[in-house]
């Protein structure tokens, strides 16, 4: 695509894909010099080879055209034609057969991308006959792709899966044999080099048309793959992201410094695990109601489908999370090997294990989720109470490891040494003290500058040079500022002085006026400015909000230049000095934050519990009533409900006295006869009871000494 620029247009020239010729012969295997025969008359067989050439390098300009631009009208066109016959399907497997056993490699090449193009455009098997064709077509490319490798070149394997995972759904029609498909080449990939690369062509393809139907389609079912093929690519997922960990610490230097120049390219199993996490992620989070329908079955068919994309983002984040658990436990035991080892490069190897984690599941999964998991649409119950203990252990996998690659120490691996290998005094004291001790050292973000996205402050500023009647209105709103610090350009001008810039300490034009500045000293226009004219110094607004308008209301002169009518610019910030803005927390410990706040989130939501529901906020009134409170209902055990049991059997007194211990008699602890079962009440320590109750603010609740004082 090629852009040209003029001072009236910006055009665009696209290529309609039909790539360089010998880019083509290279793709086919053929020589791109053309070369005139000899004599007259050439022999049959280079005719059809010609003519076969000819017919691949067409196949790949119709590949390469819908690859390039999917939405042009030639591609709905190619995508109508007739569906090609049986008998010349068969035709071109016969071909295929003929130069598998000559071993002619580039007839086998040009077939394969006959085979591209006729299952994605041309073929549909309705009849039998055609089934058949199928079938043998289908064996064929797997002949080549299982053979060994000696006997294969890898142009021609790569061929085969783009010709297996174009006519996916031709070959394997049914959704029993696309999962067995699937299902072969994610747990034998490892063991063969041409399942692996069918892998990786078939995930590919399902992550591009995941990403291209974002929002939803009848084909999602399609792309997405059913819960048990997940748990194989998440496997390998892991095992890719552990692989690339340990490599930080075995490959030589010169290895290491490669690895760092290709990371982070995702693998196909970790992009498709994107392409679906996205899916579901979007659809949840960006979903609209059809504001064209408001009917009752309308929402609650939304409503249906956001609680099935609920379960689906619930089974996925479990597993995501038990993947990343896995890989922060092998990410930090590298880093303490690297820590206590004697590797020269170190320090190096050190740097480059956090770019290394970028390129891992850790990296591409695990930020969005976090993300995503704070939208009020996933902060439910179900979701903080099933995710609440892997999000415990990933903080603390989290903050430890990163607490390692900041202090970089070595880990103690034996309880009363030391780093320096003496003695530690600490480890001698008593489990009490041991903890105090360690609350009060330093954790992962001592000494590190938490970033300040408000400390580079907001630039506003007006067309340069400003226009006749030209206007402008701004308001700047900095959350939590005390006060506001105004730092203006010194090219800063206007023609006249009535040309003014008004500032107001507020959120609009109604609020306090601050200032007006106006006019320039550049002999142009008044020649003069408003006040002591545009500010050198900094500029204070009291509150957090600060609100600009410029007006222009002269004409501009014929003799006024430029930078007479500059117009303004003006910085905001929120503290006197423009302190250096830092490029952000180290990977690891922005997962830390990340992850404890999702933590905290999800402990609100359990701390709260359910939501109220509209019976008990009828009973509001009656659960309150202290008689109703005193009451000892009816308890179902295996559902059997017991008898009402009445106050004057119990054993246990009517009244609460938190200033002395209570004991419960005996004959409490036996369970009673019968089919239902009474548990007593578990009596907190009066100490314990005082810490909570200052903690809290309530006061000792005021009990009515017995029930037999209630008026009858």
């Not at 991308?113 to 490319?141: A, C, H, M």
């Not at 044999?177 to 995930?203: A, F, M, P, Y």
């Not at 003014?500 to 200032?515: D, F, H, Q, W």
């Not at 309150?624 to 559902?639: I, T």
Request: hydrophobic share 40%.
């Amino acid at each position: 695509m090629l852009w040209t620029c003029s001072n009236d247009y910006i055009d665009q020239w696209c290529n309609p894909g039909n790539q360089a010729f010998h880019y083509v012969c290279q793709r086919l295997g053929v020589s791109h010099i053309i070369t005139e025969p000899k004599e007259e008359a050439i022999t049959t067989n280079e005719v059809i080879n010609q003519l076969l050439h000819h017919v691949g390098a067409m196949c790949i300009h119709q590949l390469n055209l819908l690859a390039t631009n999917p939405n042009l009208p030639i591609t709905s066109v190619l995508g109508k034609q007739h569906p090609i016959e049986a008998h010349h399907l068969s035709s071109i497997c016969d071909i295929m057969e003929k130069a598998m056993v000559n071993g002619d490699t580039c007839i086998i090449r040009c077939i394969l991308v006959v085979f591209q193009v006729v299952f994605k455009f041309f073929f549909s098997p309705q009849t039998e006959r055609n089934r058949d064709i199928i079938r043998r077509s289908g064996l064929l490319l797997w002949q080549l792709l299982m053979a060994p490798k000696d006997q294969i070149c890898p142009e021609i394997q790569k061929e085969v899966c783009l010709a297996i995972s174009s006519g996916l759904n031709i070959l394997y029609p049914g959704e029993t044999e696309i999962n067995n498909l699937l299902k072969l080449v994610l747990t034998e990939g490892e063991r063969n080099s041409g399942l692996s690369q069918l892998r990786d062509v078939i995930l590919t393809n399902l992550a591009e048309q995941l990403q291209n139907n974002r929002f939803g389609s009848d084909e999602d079912d399609h792309y997405r793959l059913n819960d048990e093929l997940l748990h194989y690519i998440l496997k390998i997922v892991v095992r890719e992201s552990c692989i690339l960990i340990t490599k930080c610490q075995t490959v030589s230097k010169d290895d290491f410094q490669k690895l760092l120049s290709t990371v982070p390219a995702a693998s196909s199993c970790l992009r498709y695990l994107m392409a679906v996490q996205n899916h579901l992620l979007s659809n949840t989070i960006l979903i609209k109601p059809d504001e064209n329908d408001d009917s009752d079955s309308s929402l609650q068919g939304e409503t249906l489908k956001v609680q099935e994309l609920k379960v689906s983002i619930l089974a996925l984040a479990t597993q995501i999370l038990t993947g990343c658990d896995e890989v922060l436990e092998m990410l930090q035991q590298v880093t303490t090997a690297l820590i206590n080892s004697d590797i020269a490069d170190r320090e190096q190897r050190l740097k480059g294990l956090e770019q290394v984690t970028k390129a891992t599941m850790l990296g591409h999964l695990l930020p969005v989720l976090l993300t995503s998991l704070m939208h009020p649409n996933l902060q439910t119950l179900i979701m903080a109470d099933a995710l609440m203990p892997q999000l415990v252990q990933l903080v603390l996998y989290t903050s430890q490891t990163a607490l390692l690659l900041k202090t970089q120490c070595p880990v103690f691996a034996e309880v009363g040494c030391s780093p320096c290998g003496a003695p530690d005094q600490k480890c001698r004291l008593f489990p009490d003290e041991r903890m105090l001790e360690e609350k009060e050292e330093p954790g992962f973000l001592t000494g590190l500058k938490i970033p300040a996205p408000w400390a580079a402050g907001k630039t506003v500023e007006t067309v340069h040079p400003v226009r006749d009647n030209y206007k402008f209105k701004e308001t700047v709103h900095i959350p939590g500022a005390r006060c506001l610090y105004l730092r203006f350009d010194s090219r800063c001008s206007s023609q006249y002085d009535y040309d003014k810039l008004v500032i107001y300490a507020g959120p609009n034009t109604n609020s306090r006026k601050v200032a007006e500045y106006g006019g320039n000293t550049l002999g142009y226009g008044s020649r003069s400015v408003l006040g002591t004219g545009w500010p050198k110094d900094l500029v204070k607004v009291e509150g957090d909000t600060v609100t600009f308008s410029f007006e222009m209301r002269s004409g501009r002169e014929h003799n006024t230049p430029d930078k007479a009518m500059w117009g303004f610019a003006c910085t905001v910030r929120a503290q006197e000095s423009s302190e250096d803005v830092s490029g952000g927390l180290p990977f690891l410990v922005d997962l830390a934050l990340g992850l404890s706040v999702l933590a905290c989130s999800m402990l609100r939501i359990l701390y709260n519990g359910p939501e109220i529901t509209k019976e008990e906020e009828a009973c509001q009134e009656l659960l309150r009533s202290k008689l109703l409170q005193r009451c000892q209902w009816q308890v179902e055990a295996n559902g059997v409900i017991s008898p009402a049991l009445t106050p004057s059997p119990s054993p246990l007194p009517l009244t609460i006295e938190e200033d002395r211990e209570f004991t419960y008699p005996s004959d409490v602890l036996v369970p009673p006869v019968g089919n239902y079962f009474d548990l007593p009440r578990i009596r907190l320590p009066p100490g314990i009871m005082i810490k909570l109750r200052e903690i809290s603010g309530r006061a000792r609740p005021q009990f009515r000494p017995s029930i037999k004082y209630v008026a009858v």
